[in-house]
């Protein structure tokens, strides 16, 4: 059921105030930085991929709007323990649904900065790992 309006900011504002998975990972497989030109938003990605294929560890550091660090807080969480291509399969349009659409409807940028990012680090590692195995 989706949240109501007061929910979903509370929901937000509760992942700010208290962010899950910040700060550096060390010995990260993927760390890539992303922002948001229209915004002083600026997310910086990590991920572990374990040996199963699938996201170990997550985290992110940065700052920004109170959408752009909530909705990286909750993709930490979101995206642990999933594959590659779970994370790649992935919409924009379900993590704004997750996060409250009506609330973030008007900032899809600053919703979504963390997603992208993570994708886009996730997809050069794939890359990376596909060359791997070409040499």
Same mark, same amino acid.
């Given at each position: 059921?989706? #949240?109501?309006? =007061? ?10 105030? &208290?962010?899950? &998975? ?13 922002? &948001?030109?229209?915004? +002083? ?14 996201? !170990? ?10 959408? +752009? ?10 995206? =642990?323990? #999933?594959?590659?291509? !779970?994370?790649?399969?992935? +919409?924009?349009? %379900? ?16 919703? %979504? ?13 794939? #890359? ?8």
């Amino acid at each position: 059921m989706p #949240m109501d309006r =007061q929910e979903a900011i509370e929901f937000l504002v509760d992942h700010y105030q &208290n962010p899950r &998975n910040r700060g550096p990972l060390e010995d990260a497989d993927v760390h890539l930085t992303g922002g &948001n030109p229209g915004c +002083s938003d600026r997310v910086e990605m990590y991920a572990k991929i374990g040996p199963d294929g699938r996201v !170990e560890q997550v985290s992110f550091e940065g700052e920004g709007c109170t959408i +752009s660090m909530a909705a990286a807080s909750y993709v930490t969480e979101m995206v =642990q323990g #999933m594959t590659l291509d !779970e994370v790649e399969q992935l +919409s924009p349009e %379900t993590l704004m649904d997750d996060l409250g659409r009506e609330v973030v409807m008007t900032r899809p940028t600053c919703a %979504t900065v963390a997603l992208g990012t993570l994708k886009k680090g996730l997809h050069e590692l794939h #890359m990376r790992q596909l060359a791997g195995r070409a040499e």
